[in-house]
Structures are given as structure tokens and as C-alpha cells.
């Protein structure tokens, strides 16, 4: 049951992290998903605390800060700016 509510918080979390950096037209679910993970793995680096925690709203912030962090260093190397 843990891998679904990662796919979805996950694919939750990269959705409105694209929207909110304007590059979601440019990827899917999938990848929406993927950056949304990605974005757990880095805001539990930056912010402390494990990646098996339960989803509250502040672990949902701190992983859309996180995909917010991975969008926006995506965004400078392709592009060569945050926008």
C-alpha cells in the first residue's frame, strides 16, 4: 500500500510543482510522478527526517519544495535560467 500513496503524493506533488514553475505542458504523468519523488528524496536531504515518514501537510510542502528545487535546477541547465 506504501508504493501507491508514493505514486500518487508523488505525481500530486510533480503536477503542481510544474505548474508552479510553468513547464507542465512539457511532461507527463510519468514524469510528473518521478519529479515528485525525486523532490521527497531532496527535501528529505535538506529538511531532515526519513522518506518512509507518513504524509502530513508538512512533509506535502517540504516535497513540493523539493520537486520546486529539482524543476528550477533542471530549468537552469537546459535553459541557462529559472524563469
Known amino acids: 500500500m506504501g ?3 508514493w505514486l500518487i503524493v508523488g505525481g500530486v506533488v510533480g503536477w503542481l510543482a510544474s505548474m ?3 513547464t507542465d505542458g512539457q511532461q507527463g504523468i ?4 518521478v519529479v515528485g519523488i525525486i523532490g521527497s528524496v531532496i527535501a528529505s536531504f535538506l529538511f531532515g527526517g526519513g522518506i518512509n515518514q507518513v504524509v502530513t501537510v508538512t512533509t ?3 516535497s513540493l519544495i ?3 528545487i529539482l524543476l528550477a535546477i533542471v ?3 537546459r535553459r541557462g535560467s529559472v524563469r
Open 20 to 22: 508552479v514553475m510553468r
Open 66 to 68: 523539493g520537486a520546486i
Open 30 to 33: 510519468l514524469l510528473n510522478i
Open 60 to 62: 506535502f510542502l517540504y
Open 3 to 5: 508504493i501507491i500513496i
Open 75 to 77: 530549468n537552469l541547465v
